[in-house]
């Protein structure tokens, strides 16, 4: 496979924000989305959201592991605003 989009991240990979309740860092991607992304279908591109960037945390961006290059395209910040534009990926 190519190109994967799911609406949020895989565990570790641009997925950081304050745990509600300890305000603490914390990775809130999911696991079994990871596994299977580098245990099965290893695409070239894995683009998702969900994740906004907060006060002093960026989750916008590019990240490569392995064969997979990860792409948080989340624009908007918590309050709804536009900070980030997207990506153009040639294929």
């Not at 950081?16 to 991607?29: A, N, P, R």
């Not at 960026?58 to 980030?84: D, H, P």
């Amino acid at each position: 496979m190519d190109i994967l989009i799911t609406h949020g991240p895989p565990k570790g990979v641009l997925d950081i924000t304050h745990d509600i309740e300890s305000k603490e860092l914390v990775q809130v991607g999911c696991a079994a989305l990871r596994r299977h992304i580098e245990e099965r279908i290893k695409p070239k591109i894995h683009a998702f959201g969900h994740l906004h960037d907060e006060k002093g945390i960026s989750n916008f961006g590019m990240f490569t592991r392995g064969v997979t290059q990860y792409i948080n395209c989340s624009c908007c910040n918590l309050a709804a605003k536009l900070k980030n534009n997207g990506f153009v990926i040639e294929l």
